[in-house]
């Protein structure tokens, strides 16, 4: 356990880490908020209060709607001015609560702490994390407590914290290990308690070193082991990570589960912190707010629901009309047009960028280099897959394994004839899946379908 | 020099005799049927008709397991012909012919983002469900007009697809294509049609598109009873009972109005 491994392919972006001086500050009080009822992956959550309702700072506004899925809580005390569909990160309009803050910001009455979680029963425990609306904070937004509670056939033998961080620009997990180190390592014991592993691994890219230095002071004494590892590109996609750190790989259309890891980001790790030790469910996050066009760029912790507006705002407002806004990092982040979009559980970033940074490609023929297919963390072959995908041959692409595809985004950056290669695989990948689930809506019930 | 010459011809000779002799007595009897059904098929292999092709649907046809009229594409004199060589009746379908139903082009409907992708509408529904700032507007990338076998699609400089009636046989791929639903399969005869697909309300609709429809209902009181509906603030044609061409003078908006546009230019004239 003393060696890294290397994944296979990735790329070195420009690091551009503006905002990692700045300490994390917390951000004002806004009149209003904008809470989308679906911030995860699965079924959105089922509202649970009425328009005109009073509500407080942490009370739980919509609850669950599923097993895979996460209930939401109210960033503020105030109204709930209405619940209509507003404009999300990937454009589509989803259903959100509008609050308007009363400015007292009074709290809830708090879930009772469990201060003795070493001895408390985990199933408690991991129904306290549901309850708080802990999700992935890395990107996908993931349900915590389903993680966190694997199917009874798969055993979990290592733990892997992630503070790879290796989305360029974004500073907001680096400047969370720096301040809150001993919180994050409270958070990642109580997950691996409730999963029962004894082998955590903090995975940390050396671009990092004070955050390695901090985050191996407070793992002492503890059973954690903190592995500085090398920086390369997308080394925080949970599969490179595992591969990085022990050398599994996860089979195709596999889980992290199926080789016996599970990987928690230090963002998350921290929001089960507050949910188990102190009782705080998750309506507030640490978000990057940086770029060249803004005057001060920084780490917010900002409440969920803030708007794109009022948060770059917070950064000073900019200094030259930015060409470009992005929610996330540059290389996996949507680009946006409106600022009314709010912050989610999953905006790890807010990116501006100035016109000078942005190039216009022109899409060219493909000159089969091959580039594409030494980056391509997944091992595929993005120039012959967006040949295919350009001619609408998606079965054959679905043969070549384009749902494997992380959208690393690793292949475009490289392209030297500026393909728009992670876009063709994208729309491949929501192509099939729409396929298949058309085809699963045919099929009737208690029928096996191929 | 004579020497190669010979030895060719020979040679040719000797293949043209072996190719006679094989079709003679080893080839197996074509159908004629199938080759005069072939004959008369558009030869546009769109796959309207539900088979691979027009060869695909001619065997199916010569073999007695389809009927005939199920291509859109073919004229009615065609269907005709081949029924009579079947010694069937065939149903006299309605023809089709597609519309896109928007008006929206750049001059008048506005648009949220700069768009810099994959120039093609179905890629651009991946981001930000298209930068038209109508959810219900034809994004005019022209994903349609390459889907059509037929160049009946034409994008105008002002990025909106437009068909054309006379070259369009109605094969429906287009419809299939755009990710928007905006394309509608509707009968030849109707003389009048809705080009706008949103339901929303006039004022809405009028922020971000001038030139869709606002819901008045003139024509609706203008035309007869039950020949056109509203959905929502949305004109819409019965297209059992069409009302009548004069009609369309009563829009304010000019949306409701003749599918007939100026005859596309033939490729080669727009290459001189």
């Known amino acids: ?450 | 020099m004579f020497t190669p010459i010979l030895i060719l011809t020979a040679i040719g000779l000797f293949i043209a005799f072996a190719v006679a002799i094989i079709v003679r007595y080893f080839g197996m009897p074509e159908d004629p049927l199938k080759q005069q059904i072939t004959d008369l098929m558009p030869g546009a292999n769109c796959g309207g008709c539900g088979f691979a092709g027009c060869g695909a649907y001619a065997t199916a046809m010569a073999e007695g397991k389809a009927k005939p009229g199920k291509c859109p594409s073919m004229n009615s004199e065609n269907a005709a012909k081949i029924a009579e060589l079947l010694g069937v009746t065939v149903e006299k379908s309605e023809p089709m012919v597609a519309i896109v139903c928007c008006s929206g082009d750049d001059n008048t409907a506005s648009r949220n983002a700069f768009y810099n992708g994959v120039n093609n509408c179905r890629d651009a529904m991946q981001i930000d469900a298209g930068t038209k700032s109508c959810s219900y507007g034809c994004l005019g990338l022209g994903s349609c007009a390459n889907a059509c076998p037929f160049h009946a699609i034409e994008m105008t400089p002002q990025h909106l697809a437009v068909v054309h009636p006379e070259l369009c046989t109605g094969c429906g791929k287009c419809v299939d294509t755009c990710p928007k639903n905006i394309i509608k399969l509707v009968p030849r005869s109707a003389k009048i049609h809705v080009f706008c697909s949103s339901p929303l309300r006039g004022a809405e609709k009028r922020k971000v598109c001038k030139s869709g429809c606002i819901g008045c209902q003139k024509c609706k009181k203008a035309a007869e009873e039950g020949q056109i509906e509203m959905n929502g603030s949305l004109a819409v044609i019965n297209y059992e009972n069409p009302p009548a061409a004069e009609i369309a003078s009563q829009c304010p908006t000019h949306v409701l109005r003749s599918n007939e546009t100026t005859p596309k230019k033939s490729k080669e004239e727009t290459n001189e």
């Open chain 1, 1 to 450: 356990m003393n060696k890294s491994y290397q994944f296979y392919g990735g790329v070195h972006p420009a690091q551009q880490k503006l905002a990692r001086k700045s300490a994390i500050a917390v951000a004002p009080l806004f009149p209003f908020y904008t809470v989308p009822l679906s911030m995860h992956i699965g079924a959105p959550a089922k509202p649970i209060v009425k328009i005109g309702d009073k509500v407080l700072r942490g009370q739980m506004i919509a609850e669950a709607g599923g097993f895979v899925s996460a209930p939401v809580h109210s960033p503020t005390s105030g109204t709930i001015k209405d619940i209509k569909p507003c404009l999300g990160v990937t454009g589509v309009k989803t259903p959100c609560f509008i609050i308007e803050s009363d400015g007292e910001d009074k709290e809830y009455e708090r879930m009772k702490p469990f201060s003795d979680w070493q001895e408390a029963d985990p199933k408690k425990i991991l129904s306290r994390i549901a309850e708080a609306g802990v999700v992935g904070m890395g990107g996908a937004a993931f349900p915590t407590a389903v993680k966190l509670s694997p199917p009874p056939g798969k055993k979990i033998d290592t733990l892997i914290l992630n503070g790879i961080e290796c989305e360029p620009c974004l500073t907001d997990d680096h400047r969370l290990m720096l301040e809150k180190a001993k919180e994050i390592l409270i958070g990642i014991q109580i997950s691996a308690r409730i999963l029962g592993v004894k082998t955590i691994i903090l995975g940390i890219e050396k671009n990092k070193p004070d955050a390695v230095e901090v985050m191996t002071e407070q793992a002492k004494d503890l059973p954690i082991t903190v592995f500085p590892l090398n920086v390369r590109y997308p080394q925080g996609a949970e599969k490179q990570l595992i591969f990085a750190l022990t050398k599994r790989k996860v089979p195709t259309g596999g889980l992290p589960m199926d080789v016996g890891c599970v990987v928690q980001n230090v963002a998350s790790a921290f929001a089960v912190y507050n949910a188990v030790y102190k009782g705080i469910p998750l309506y507030e996050r640490v978000t990057t707010i940086t770029g060249t066009p803004l005057v001060s760029p920084g780490n917010w912790h900002l409440r969920i629901g803030t708007s794109f507006a009022d948060a770059i705002r917070l950064a000073g407002g900019v200094k030259e009309d930015p060409a470009k806004i992005i929610s996330g990092g540059p290389m996996m982040g949507f680009s946006v047009y409106s600022l009314e979009i709010p912050i989610t559980k999953n905006s790890s970033g807010i990116l501006l960028m100035s016109p000078s940074e942005i190039t216009q490609f022109q899409s060219k023929s493909c000159i089969h280099c091959g580039r594409c297919n030494d980056v391509c963390p997944m091992q595929l072959m993005p120039g012959i897959l967006s040949t295919q995908i350009e001619n609408e041959c998606f079965d054959l692409s679905e043969n070549w394994n384009v749902l494997n595809c992380l959208d690393c985004g690793c292949c475009s950056y490289i392209c030297p004839a500026g393909r728009p290669l992670v876009q063709h695989m994208r729309r491949a990948k929501a192509e099939i899946m729409a396929k298949r689930k058309e085809a699963k809506k045919d099929t009737p019930k208690g029928k096996a379908s191929k």
